[in-house]
C-alpha cells in the first residue's frame, strides 16, 4: 500500500520503523474495528427491538411462507392433473 494513499483520518499514523506490510495490517486492524463497533451497534438496536415486533414479523413471514407452499401444490396439483387428462385422451386413440 503507498503511503501517500493512506486515508488522512487514520488514527494510525506510519511510524518510520514500521515496514509497508505492518502499517497494511495495522490499517486493516483499525478497518476491522470500526466495522465490530458497527456491529456492536446494530446488535444492540436489535437486542433492544421489543419481542412484539420481532414476532409479528415472524407471523407476517409465516403466512407468506404459506401462501407460496399452497400456491406451489396447487401448481404441481395443476401439472399432474393436466398430464393425466391429457395421456388419458392419448390412450383412446390407440396410439
Same mark, same amino acid.
Given at each position: 500500500m503507498d503511503p501517500? =494513499?493512506? %486515508?488522512?483520518? +487514520?488514527? /494510525?499514523? =506510519?511510524? %518510520?520503523?514500521? +515496514?509497508p /506490510?505492518?502499517?497494511?495490517?495495522?490499517?486493516e486492524y483499525e478497518r476491522l474495528s470500526e466495522n465490530m463497533?458497527?456491529?456492536?451497534?446494530?446488535?444492540?438496536?436489535?437486542a433492544s427491538a421489543p419481542a412484539t415486533e420481532i414476532l409479528d414479523g415472524l407471523r407476517e413471514l409465516?403466512?407468506?411462507?404459506?401462501?407460496?407452499?399452497?400456491?406451489?401444490?396447487a401448481s404441481v396439483y395443476s401439472i399432474v392433473l393436466q398430464q393425466e387428462i391429457d395421456w388419458g385422451?392419448?390412450?383412446g386413440d390407440g396410439h
Open positions: 501517500q =494513499a493512506r %486515508p488522512q483520518s +487514520s488514527l /494510525l499514523t =506510519a511510524a %518510520p520503523e514500521l +515496514s /506490510l505492518e502499517q497494511e495490517v495495522l490499517d463497533k458497527k456491529l456492536a451497534v446494530l446488535l444492540d438496536e436489535l409465516e403466512r407468506k411462507t404459506s401462501l407460496v407452499f399452497t400456491l406451489l401444490k385422451g392419448g390412450a
